[in-house]
């Protein structure tokens, strides 16, 4: 069963460094979207993605955050200038089409900024 | 701003019985409603949904109810099974984006 993945499971990181967070959505989906959840909160969604365009973004997501997809597969979120409250949980997700509520996850990563 | 809560933060259910988890929200324009289920190191899988237009809709062992009215939606599971032990979000679809409530563990005790 086709499923998204994403890489690195856990991410270690001092505060003020840039992480990427890499995404393989499910490969016949076009529609791909961050979500975070911060521990003991609910998932919040960051940005949805499509064409190679942001298409809704929500207030998290600052100019310390950019998404790319830089070649047929990948989906990335980079943080610029990571922050202590960036440590949460990072989910990519996939539809096939827009504006769709079947969403597949990621297993996500773990980010901890220290 | 909580659109999507979710009041119980755990419950613990007998194998066999009904498991109930509840939902509230607060904004009206929400197209879908989902529950998700959650496993400790994996993302949320979908399980069900419900479209804000029905008011109830049932998969196996799992129905959604809708109460529009009341802005309620709820989780019916039976009969509940040790693998269905895990963290069950509610979340509403609408411009675009899921919004998530903040979760239930369910505990399914043999």
């Known amino acids: 069963e086709p499923e998204v993945t994403q890489t690195p499971s856990h991410q270690v990181t001092q505060m003020g460094q840039e992480v990427i967070l890499r995404c393989v959505p499910i490969s016949n989906h076009l529609y791909f979207y961050w979500y975070r959840q911060i521990l003991g909160q609910k998932v919040e969604f960051l940005v949805s993605f499509y064409n190679n365009e942001i298409s809704e973004k929500s207030e998290i997501f600052d100019d310390q955050f950019s998404v790319e997809r830089p070649d047929g597969s990948n989906f990335t979120l980079k943080i610029r200038s990571t922050k202590l409250e960036d440590s949460a949980m990072y989910f990519c997700?996939?539809?096939?089409?827009?504006?769709?509520?079947?969403?597949?996850f990621g297993p996500g990563t773990r980010l901890t900024v220290t | 701003d909580q659109q999507v809560k979710q009041n119980s933060p755990s419950l613990s259910v007998q194998e066999g019985r009904i498991s109930i988890l509840n939902c509230d929200y607060t904004n009206s324009m929400f197209d879908y409603f989902l529950w998700y289920k959650k496993y400790p190191a994996e993302g949320p899988t979908f399980l069900i949904s419900i479209s804000s237009i029905k008011d109830k809709n049932e998969d196996g062992r799992f129905t959604v109810f809708l109460n529009k009215s009341a802005k309620h939606l709820s989780l019916h599971i039976v009969p509940s099974q040790p693998g269905d032990s895990a963290v069950y979000f509610c979340?509403?679809?609408?411009?675009?984006?899921?919004?998530f409530g903040t979760g239930t563990r369910l505990t399914i005790i043999p």
């Open positions: 997700a996939s539809s096939e089409v827009w504006s769709s509520y079947e969403q597949y």
């Open positions: 979340a509403a679809f609408g411009n675009e984006k899921l919004t």
